[in-house]
């Protein structure tokens, strides 16, 4: 039966497993990690076999945190969690050479469910030495009589990994990739923060505080100033007093047409997965990207969920008029309010449109209050059930959702059509890249009006705020709980201008790459959009030198360790056979020389003298020096038969 | 180490009978295995990764989720070239000699198997395969290795190797590449001895009787054991003492010409007598005689010493069957 695994081997397999398992087990959630590595220490020390019960009831248990982790939703996060724990669970029965080749090629799947979740460089550079362990671990159980040295292993399967290079290259850029996928990406239970469908000024929100990257772009051409950097995602149309949240059925109509009135800007943005349909565009968009299609609310949207890294180009001018005037269903949604709600806004509002109806006046009215009166702080006061009423009139605290709901509704209460637009705003610029990162917590809100003739015009309260009443921002708050972003902005940035730039550079090379760019591919040779069977046929061209070229250093790993003068002698013995006369391979050198003189009696003294010096040292003892032995192989190798008349 | 065969394996196994596979035909030594006969076929191991490689490359190609691709790819190519390591690992190797020693049918044979390899390639883990027996073997570079299997025997006469199979797991496990050796080396396998046979016949001529002088008070001297050897000869104390088998040899004072007769047997089966005569060689060489046999259609002089108990074996061994005489 099974053959049992000797203790040290199956030390190997468990440390390979381990590292293989490291990038999946760096994703969960704190505690679920603590007790899965601790499941899997245990499982790793017990040396013999638990009884069927047992196991089952760890089996059981670990699902079953598992499931409580993640609120018991299913999801891609589950799922990967979920296959964690089974392979925490398997060293309890590896046991045998067969356990632990099963052991090393599920742990496989490892860093692959990590890059579900995860496609950064991290978890690549973590998966590396996973994989060369792996292969370390499965020559080490093939059988052999001697056991190889660890160094002997580790080289082996570092040579073994530089072979297989060339080949995985060329299938990386030359693999036929799948244009539209065959079924979505399993959705994570626990879903990302980011910009939503939904705006609740008084609540306070993770995403505030969120260093995770959201979008880097790169302008093609001009570069716009930094304070026109509004980028534009999902536009939120209905408020119930509490929330903003968007018109879907208003976001069902035909896209607006837009007439710029500035000159446009191209751009390039690399957004990061963020299980939504909606795209980030600099405010105003033109054109929508190849992958996306404008809504109703001027927002761009895919056909599937972004979940993987995206790029797309974009182009944009700060300042558009629309052309088609508010339709009256548009109208009404952007002029409705909660009834009964905020009455001093909207007794406010009344007063100040009998003084001057002109949504332009109303607006610097409102702003010039802000600036007058208004702080900003992320730790805004708590509001009551008449948000808008409280911020405007007792607290005068808050942050983009509070001033861009107010406006919006002081807006709306005045009769001017009003919405709330979310995305974000500003930007770090990298220099080495050349290009500008936004984090996600620089997610930002502002208020669009609609000005009859022409059109949705962007207005940003927040800004409004007189700087020296800019009380509480994201970045202290971070400061003061000490995170590194804190330190980020000072001494480090450096640091993390570079750390960035690599990222960056790792996005563009790898993550981006799909079906699209490898159409493209194949454009230095003149073919415009690759066909798939030019694909295919670029894929097996390169398939093939990968393989010759692996072939080679596989045949070349094999050096002619005979001696040089050996060596020479069998080059010399080669040049000869061009008389027409090879040496046959049982042939002592002297016997074919003699045969070689009376077949072509007109060859030089030289071939003889030189055959019978190495006849003589090879097979008559005769001892050569160092130098003398030098000489002889360089006259040997330098012997051309070109050189020599032949008769006939 | 009989390790049980996975289903590739046995698989190969099967597809060894085919007309096509290589070698067609038994060979002269020495054999040299080139590309043309190595055959590699995925372990169960290798399917399961093949297939998890597989998945994960289904995967990746959906999400078009590139590190993963990567990853896919990357595995891919060092299984992939796994094979070809293996292919290499065989490529060059050279059966030079095969020799044995003749055992009595019904022993077990130990096969001597000397191999070397061309190039200056370390050649570890390989795994030799004669019937069921394995037997794993490393053969460094420029080194020559005898492997010593023992292979079941049955029958007397000559035997045929067979098929051995020179085959590796390495580097990952993940396919064995095999190759079939077929030497046309034939050995030699005495007949089995006749365990109770009656004590050599009585010797030519007048004299003493040979039973009283082979079993004589003092003992000769002592030798080590060899195959066939009564028990009761056995000096246990003396082993004991010397920590290996000793065997009483008598002296022979006078040595007669032992004739043994094939037509001399009683009645009794073909084979039976076979073992009979078998034994009695045996004998007759440990007390020394010189001994002579006659055979049907064949005649060994009066001789003694291991040659001539070989020529007397081997006479024995290649002796037709009983159908075979009756036919003939």
């Not at chain 1, 929508?288 to 927002?299: K, R, V």
């Not at chain 1, 009003?418 to 770090?428: E, F, K, Q, S």
């Not at chain 2, 008070?217 to 028990?231: A, F, I, S, T, V």
């Amino acid at each position: 039966m099974a053959d049992t695994l000797d203790p040290g081997l199956r030390r190997w397999c468990l440390l390979a497993a381990a590292a293989s398992m490291l990038p999946l087990w760096l994703q969960l959630p704190a505690w679920l990690a603590a007790v899965l590595a601790a499941t899997g220490l245990l499982a790793a020390m017990i040396q013999r076999r638990l009884p069927a019960a047992l196991r089952l009831l760890l089996t059981l248990m670990l699902g079953g945190l598992v499931m409580a982790a993640y609120n018991f939703g299913i999801g891609r996060d589950t799922g990967c969690a979920g296959l964690l724990a089974m392979l925490v669970l398997k060293p309890f029965e590896t046991f045998s050479t067969r356990d632990a080749r099963s052991l090393l090629g599920f742990s496989l799947f490892a860093p692959f469910a990590a890059f579900l979740q995860d496609q950064g460089p991290l978890v690549w550079s973590l998966s590396l030495p996973a994989i060369l362990l792996n292969t370390m671990a499965m020559a080490m159980l093939t059988p052999g009589t001697s056991t190889p040295t660890l160094s002997w292993h580790a080289r082996q399967a570092g040579f073994a990994a530089l072979l297989a290079l060339p080949m995985a290259l060329a299938g990386f850029w030359l693999f036929p990739r799948l244009g539209s996928p065959l079924w979505g990406l399993p959705q994570n239970s626990k879903a990302h923060m980011g910009l939503g469908d939904r705006m609740t000024p008084n609540e306070w929100l993770d995403v505030l505080v969120d260093d995770a990257p959201a979008l880097r772009a790169r302008f093609l051409g001009r570069t716009p100033p930094r304070e026109d950097m509004y980028w534009r995602g999902p536009t939120l149309m209905d408020f119930d007093g509490q929330a903003w949240t968007r018109d879907l059925a208003l976001e069902q109509r035909p896209a607006p047409t837009l007439r710029p009135l500035a000159p446009t800007v191209r751009y390039e943005v690399t957004l990061e997965p963020t299980e939504r349909n909606d795209l980030v565009l600099l405010d105003l968009p033109v054109t929508a990207p190849p992958i996306g299609t404008f809504d109703g609310d001027l927002t761009a949207v895919t056909a599937e969920p972004i979940n993987n890294l995206i790029r797309y180009v974009g182009s944009s001018s700060p300042k558009m008029s629309y052309v088609q005037p508010l339709d009256g269903w548009s109208r009404r949604s952007a002029l409705a309010l909660p009834p009964g709600l905020n009455p001093r806004t909207r007794a406010l509002a009344a007063q100040w449109r009998s003084e001057n109806p002109d949504p332009r006046a109303l607006t610097l009215r409102f702003l010039q209050w802000i600036r007058r009166d208004f702080s900003y702080t992320i730790s805004a006061p708590p509001v009551g059930i008449n948000a808008t009423d409280d911020f405007l009139f007792e607290t005068h605290q808050g942050f983009c959702q509070h001033f861009s709901s107010a406006l919006a509704v002081f807006m709306r209460a005045a009769g001017v059509p009003a919405r709330v637009v979310t995305g974000y705003a500003g930007g770090h610029y990298n220099g080495l890249g050349d290009y500008w990162l936004l984090y996600r917590k620089d997610a930002h809100a502002w208020t669009e009006i609609w000005l009859d003739g022409r059109g949705w015009v962007r207005i940003d309260p927040t800004a409004a705020v007189a700087p020296d009443r800019i009380l509480d921002t994201v970045d202290d708050l971070q400061a003061r709980q000490g995170g590194i972003a804190g330190l980020a902005g000072g001494v480090l940035s450096p640091m993390f201008e570079t750390s960035d730039f690599l990222r960056n550079a790792w996005n563009q090379m790898v993550l981006g790459f799909d079906a699209a760019r490898q159409k493209s591919l194949l454009r230095p040779l003149g073919i415009q959009e690759a066909e798939n069977w030019q694909l295919v046929l670029a894929f097996s061209i390169g398939a093939v030198l990968a393989l010759a070229m692996t072939l080679w250093l596989l045949l070349h790993e094999q050096r002619d360790n005979s001696d040089p003068l050996v060596r020479a002698w069998r080059r010399f013995a080669r040049e000869l056979a061009g008389t027409g006369y090879g040496k046959l391979s049982h042939e002592p050198p002297l016997r074919y020389l003699d045969r070689l003189a009376g077949l072509q009696p007109d060859l030089p003294p030289i071939v003889f003298e030189l055959g019978r010096n190495y006849a003589d040292w090879r097979y008559a003892g005769l001892q050569l020096g160092d130098d003398e032995k030098t000489a002889l192989t360089r006259r040997l190798k330098r012997f051309r038969l070109r050189s020599v008349k032949l008769a006939g | 180490m009989a390790a049980v065969r996975d289903g590739v394996e046995r698989f190969g196994d099967r597809m060894a009978a085919l007309a096509l596979v290589r070698p067609k035909q038994p060979e002269a030594l020495p054999v040299q295995i080139n590309r043309r006969r190595i055959y590699v076929l995925p372990t169960g191991f290798g399917l399961f990764v093949t297939l998890l490689i597989f998945t994960m490359l289904i995967g990746g190609l959906n999400y078009n989720n590139n590190p993963a691709l990567l990853l896919v790819f990357f595995l891919a190519a060092i299984a992939n070239n796994s094979l070809v390591r293996g292919h290499l690992l065989l490529s060059g190797v050279r059966l030079k000699a095969l020799h044995a020693e003749p055992v009595f049918a019904g022993l077990p044979m130990t096969l001597r198997l000397r191999f070397d390899a061309d190039g200056s390639r370390d050649r570890l883990g390989l795994e030799l395969l004669c019937g069921e027996v394995r037997c794993i073997f490393d053969l460094p570079a420029a080194e020559e290795t005898e492997v010593a299997v023992d292979a079941p025997t049955s029958r007397r006469g000559w035997m045929n190797v067979g098929r051995l199979r020179v085959s590796t797991l390495r580097p990952l496990g993940l396919a064995r590449s095999w190759s079939w050796l077929r030497p046309d080396t034939r050995l030699l396998v005495y007949p089995t001895l006749d365990n109770d046979a009656p004590p050599l016949p009585e010797a030519l001529g007048d004299g003493d009787s040979p039973r009283s002088r082979s079993h004589g008070e003092q003992p000769h001297h002592l030798r080590d054991y060899r195959d066939g050897d009564m028990p009761r000869q056995i000096a246990w104390k003396a082993s004991a003492r010397a920590d290996r088998l000793l065997v009483r040899e008598y002296e022979a004072a006078v040595a007669r010409d032992v004739e043994l007769d094939w037509f001399a047997l009683p009645a009794m089966p073909h084979e039976a007598k076979i073992r009979r005569l078998a034994r009695w060689v045996v004998e007759a060489e440990r007390s020394g005689s010189r001994y002579a046999m006659r055979l049907p259609e064949q005649r060994l002089l009066p001789g003694c010493g291991p040659e001539h108990r070989h020529a007397c074996l081997r006479a024995l061994a290649l002796m037709p069957g009983d159908s075979e005489r009756h036919d003939g």
